[in-house]
C-alpha cells in the first residue's frame, strides 16, 4: 500500500513510500526549482512495481504538491510529458 507523497526538499525529490516492513520500497522523482516552476528531472520507480500505476501516483501526488505551493511544472523527463499528455485537467501546471 502507497502512503502520500512527499515533498523531500533536502534531498530535491518528491517521494512515495509503497509497501510495508521489508517490503518498502521508494519511488521518487527528481526536481530542479526555478523562481515560479518546479522542473521534474527524473522519475525512478523500483523495478519490481514498475507496471502498476506507483510512478503516476507520484506526479499525480507531486504536481498536487506543486499545486499547493503556486507553483508551475515543467516536464524534464518523458514519463512526465506522457503523463500530462494524458492528464488534461493538469495542463494550467505547465509553465
Known amino acids: 500500500m502507497a502512503t502520500a507523497v512527499r515533498d ?3 534531498r ?3 517521494e512515495l513510500d509503497v509497501g510495508q516492513g ?3 520500497e521508494l519511488a521518487f522523482a527528481n526536481y ?3 523562481p515560479t516552476a518546479v522542473i521534474i528531472t527524473h522519475t525512478e520507480t523500483p523495478r519490481a512495481l514498475r ?5 503516476s501516483e507520484l506526479i499525480k501526488g507531486a504536481l498536487e504538491l506543486i499545486r499547493h505551493d503556486g507553483h508551475k511544472v515543467i516536464a524534464g523527463c518523458g ?3 506522457d503523463y500530462l499528455d494524458k492528464h488534461p485537467e493538469d495542463a494550467d501546471l505547465v509553465a
Do not use: Y
Open 51 to 55: 507496471g502498476r500505476g506507483i510512478a
Open 32 to 34: 530542479r526549482l526555478t
Open 22 to 24: 521489508t517490503g518498502h
Open 8 to 10: 523531500n526538499k533536502d
Open 79 to 81: 514519463f512526465v510529458v
Open 12 to 14: 530535491s525529490r518528491f
